[in-house]
């Protein structure tokens, strides 16, 4: 082999390595740029999707009384008040008028109502429910934190959150049933419909858009690029 063809070769070697290493560098770096973009499914956490309930943190509820007991049936701490606390001490005071003064009576009617009051906790708490009534829960807050008037079911960021909220419900449920193969498609459709949504209120008002992207942790590049699920 002559000295020409050695530096040729050395030469091209060292091309090679250089183009390898350059490639790799790359690849890196894509793959640190897709990892730090948001999923196009959850998105990045946000204050309002870190306050949604999960049907496991619900459930734990049970066992765990340190734990906050969400109520079914939309009540607020009002009207907690009013049926754990006021009515059966109210109860109790129609009881001993009613009745005449007798300490056993009295202290079997406080007990009584007691008991009711606790039953009807039981029964309107929502770790006795299943994850429909959670999903209810949550779409009820959804439309609260971002209905722009009272009574409001139909504005765009409402739409978006809610469907928010069944996304993030299904895929749950998805990555716990691995192959449910049904929902799977399901959740694409709704991800797809949320991108609807949302590009429709960017059409009506970049602002209130941009804004709802925030708060649902959504990323602006994959709303209204192509959705790869």
């Known amino acids: 082999m002559t000295l020409s063809q050695c530096k040729r070769i050395f030469a091209c070697s060292s091309s090679y390595s250089i183009q390898l290493q350059s490639f790799l560098s790359a690849r890196e770096y894509i793959i640190k740029f897709e990892e730090s973009r948001p999923d196009p499914i959850s998105g990045i956490e946000t204050p309002f999707t870190k306050s949604l309930l999960r049907p496991a943190q619900v459930y734990q509820a049970a066992i765990d009384p340190s734990l906050p007991r969400p109520k079914h049936y939309f009540l607020d701490q009002s009207d907690e008040k009013l049926l754990f606390h006021t009515m059966p001490k109210a109860a109790k005071e129609l009881n001993r008028q009613e009745k005449p ?13 007691d008991e009711k009051a606790a039953t009807l906790e039981k029964i309107v708490a929502l ?4 994850a429909k009534a959670i999903s209810l ?7 609260k ?22 996304i993030l419900n299904l895929h749950e449920h998805i990555k716990n049933n691995r192959k449910d193969k049904h929902n799977y498609r399901q959740l694409r459709m709704m991800v797809h419909k949320r991108q609807s ?11 209130r858009y941009f804004n ?3 708060r649902l942790g959504l990323d602006q590049k994959t709303i209204e690029g192509q959705i790869v699920i």
Request: include cysteine; glycine fraction near 8%.
């Open 145 to 166: 934190e971002f209905g722009r008037f009272e009574g409001d079911t139909g504005s765009p960021e409402v739409q978006a959150a809610v469907w928010t909220v069944r």
């Open 212 to 214: 709802c992207l925030k």
């Open 197 to 207: 949504m949302l590009k429709y209120l960017k059409r009506q008002d970049l602002g």
């Open 137 to 143: 829960y949550n779409i009820r807050r959804a439309i």
């Open 127 to 130: 770790h006795n429910t299943n």
């Open 101 to 113: 003064v007798n300490l056993d009576d009295d202290a079997v009617g406080i007990k009584d109502e």
